[in-house]
Each structure stands twice: as structure tokens, then as C-alpha cells.
């Protein structure tokens, strides 16, 4: 019989991620990268991922962001609609919670899943939006036969150092 347990998976951080003059999807996630090794997910396990930070930002830029399975470059499990800021907004706390069933493994494996977004409108408030937005984009296709990093990935509609998106926490667990 096999035992499980719930368990973060490792590296813990020893440094926040931090993005500024990019428009372009890219990594914000903290430092060291979290892997998922290969072969490592099975079906019916739960992939729990949660992540905090804030932006700042000049002019009202846009900011979309979310997580992805193999790097920014990778398949996104969630991202979250692109979110408006006011002209000289600082450090917004932001933050994201989701979590994925795994339906199938190797190299046409599924996942489907859901989870929430919280956008500051300000320091003090926030939006709540279910991500992904809609039922199509819960099933996501990965391969399971490879270690993929987890990681959070930003973009910006406008590209200036003043316009800020930081990761200070992400936290990566597989319960079933």
C-alpha cells in the first residue's frame, strides 16, 4: 500500500522575484525556481498553488498575470483578465490561489482546474475574479514525463522601470 502526505515541494526561497521595463510574458517568480519532477504527478493528485506580491506602477498601465506549468514560455494553468492601475500606484498587494485535479499523465496528460484572483483597485481594496475566467479554459493539457518549473509570470501594456510587478511568496503543493 502507498502512503501519501501533503507536502510544499521544494526549494524554499531565498529571494523574491521581482519584473520592471517589460511588456512581454515573463517570470516574476521568486528565487529558487520550483520544479515538479518527472513523473512525479499521478492521477487524482491535487496541484495547490498560491502566490502574493504587489505592482506599481506610472501612467495606468495594465497588468495580466498568472501561473504557468514549464516556465512563462510554458502552458498557462491560469491567468487572471488584465487588470488597470492608477497613475502612480505603489506596491498593490496582489495575490492568487489555484488548484488542479490531474486527470490523466504522460506526455497527454490533463489537468482541470480553478481558482481566485485578487486585483488591488487601491491599497485598501480588492476585486475578486475566478480564474480562468471561463469553463473552457479549466482543462489544460501537460506532460508529465518531464520536470516542468511552476512559475508566475507578468505582462505589462506598457514597458517603463516605474511600472513594477513583484513576487514576494510561492507556495507549490501536490496533496491528493
Known amino acids: 500500500m502507498r502512503q501519501y502526505w501533503e507536502a510544499a515541494i521544494p526549494p524554499f526561497h531565498t529571494a523574491d522575484g521581482s519584473i520592471n521595463t517589460f511588456t512581454a510574458v515573463t517570470d516574476a517568480s521568486p528565487a529558487p525556481q520550483i520544479t515538479i519532477p518527472a513523473n512525479y504527478l499521478e492521477v487524482g493528485a491535487t496541484l495547490r ?64 482546474g480553478q481558482g481566485v484572483q485578487r486585483n488591488p483597485t487601491s491599497l485598501t481594496a480588492w476585486s475578486i475574479i475566478p480564474v480562468p475566467v471561463t469553463a473552457a479554459l479549466r482543462t489544460v493539457a501537460i506532460d508529465t514525463t518531464t520536470a516542468k518549473a511552476i512559475t508566475v509570470a507578468a505582462a505589462c501594456s506598457a514597458s517603463s522601470a516605474s511600472n513594477i510587478f513583484a513576487v514576494n511568496s510561492l507556495l507549490v503543493e501536490v496533496v491528493n
Open 49 to 112: 498553488i498560491s502566490a502574493q506580491g504587489f505592482w506599481s506602477s506610472t501612467g495606468t498601465p495594465t497588468y495580466t498575470w498568472g501561473f504557468y506549468y514549464g516556465g512563462a514560455a510554458g502552458i498557462a494553468l491560469a491567468i487572471g483578465p488584465a487588470a488597470s492601475t492608477a497613475s502612480g500606484a505603489a506596491s498593490n498587494p496582489w495575490s492568487m490561489e489555484w488548484w488542479g485535479r490531474v486527470r490523466a499523465v504522460g506526455t497527454s496528460g490533463s489537468i482541470v
